[in-house]
């Protein structure tokens, strides 16, 4: 029978402990990978107390771990918000010679990955450092580095060593899919006594007023973006002109730097002009959803494109921000005076296009289908909603949206679903991404125990009263 309680415990606490561990490409092979360390009835030596001279611990194919690299490990959680209370070393160890085992088997299928990536996480990471240790002296300090290139460079291996153990991940479940009939057998095979329960779930709709724009504000933008490409046409560095104008917060800090290909997921106006461009070329400004751009092509290496762009966002007016306030509340009254549905009002008159079509339906972002658990809804959502009552059409709610700029929305709740016991014909979907990240979770299995046999694996005496999940110590 399939333990489905253990099965999903097994999967929350996985994003515990790999949350910071594997790029955010690849969330849903951190949900679901995770070595634990057993129930065991003998003591197990505190390793948190434990003072010892930093030295190799383990040793994975051509990977070794050294016992700072727990301390890193756990101020990389901790750096992401998460509590590490309950991780203990022999877990973060074991964790750590996953990521190991993932890394040499990547170097050993060819799998590459972007230096400019590697650089653009370690200086996210690197910020929060400075901002929790307070100057580089201490970060150095902690991490028991002579100086910033020595740090820098050992930092840059570890994320590299991460990221191949993402990649590594995504090919072993990338291809994994689910069939109607394995969700079926699933799902009867979880006795009724474990069957999950679902917490209370809401279905909502929205509509979108953006204050108008007014032509000399476009135009204001447009000859600003024109003057600095002459700029830098004339000698000027774009990389500069970006940190300093951009809008796009994303990209300011490493002057509006961007490595793309045809897959993606940029608007398809920006990528028709990036792959427009010759080497060296700089754009006319040009309109997305976001604002104004222009971009200056650096490199062509076959389908990839690194670029840089800068970003300008056309100033709303006071007067443009109150008028689309009242447009928001005469489509208010008019819904609560029944002239209008909601679903038509968002069809006419929404300025938010993924969801205007459907009548405003909010899709899920996580999960892809219409409902929001309540324990999990963005809390700023949540707010705007949880004392709504069944088609109570929102006041209008000011949002200011970092790529969007300003703008008012309606909210209603179209639907609510009491917390309950899970049922096939009504959480079908939620019964599936279960039934797959089982399937995920045994290819996972499978192929660890495969590759920690063909693997050299050396594990130092200290560490040896572990007892590990995966069989690291090959007993």
Known sequence: MINTKKMIVKSLKSITILFLFVSTFFATAQ??????????????????????????????????????????????????????????RCQMLGKLMEDKLYAHQAIQDSIVVSDEEIKEKMSQQLDYMLEQLGDMDKVLKYFKKSNEDEFRADFFEILKQQRLSGEMQQKIIGDIEI?????????????????????????MAQIVIKPKISESEKQRIISKLKEI??????????????????????????????????KTPFVKEFKDVAYSLQEG???????????????????????????????????????????????????????ESKEITFAEAARQF???????????????????DTRFELTKMDPELYGQVSNLKDNEVSIPL?????KEGKSFKLVMVTNRINQHTADYSKDYTKIRELALKEKQINAIAKW???????????????????????NWLKK
């Open 31 to 88: 949900e679901i990978i995770v070595d634990s360390v057993k129930t065991k009835t003998k003591p197990v030596v505190d390793y948190s107390k434990k003072q010892k001279i930093d030295g190799i611990i383990a040793t994975v194919g051509d990977y070794v771990i050294l016992d700072s690299d727990i301390d890193k490990a756990f101020l990389e959680i901790q750096s992401q918000g998460e509590s590490t209370k309950n991780i203990t």
């Open 179 to 203: 069939t109607p009939e394995e969700t079926r057998n699933f799902f009867k095979k979880i006795p009724e006594n474990e069957l999950p329960v679902f917490g209370a779930e809401l279905e």
């Open 229 to 262: 490409k002459k700029e830098v046409q004339e000698g000027a560095s774009f990389k500069t002109r970006a940190v300093i104008y951009t809008d796009d917060r994303a990209s300011s800090a490493t002057g509006g730097f961007y490595k793309i290909n045809k």
């Open 281 to 335: 070329e700089i754009s006319e400004p040009f309109e997305t959803m976001f604002g104004y751009h222009i971009i200056y092509l650096e490199k062509i290496k076959g389908q990839e494109l690194e670029l840089r762009h800068i970003l300008m966002m056309p100033k709303v007016s006071p007067e443009a921000l109150q008028e689309a306030k009242e447009k928001a509340i005469t489509i208010k009254q008019r819904i």
């Open 350 to 368: 929404s300025d938010e296009k993924e969801t205007r079509a459907n009548g405003g339906t909010l899709i899920n972002p996580k999960t892809q």
């Open 398 to 402: 000011l949002q200011d949206d970092a």
């Open 448 to 470: 660890t125990e495969e590759k920690i046999k063909e693997t050299y694996i050396r594990i130092n005496a200290d560490y040896k009263d572990c007892e590990f999940t995966n």
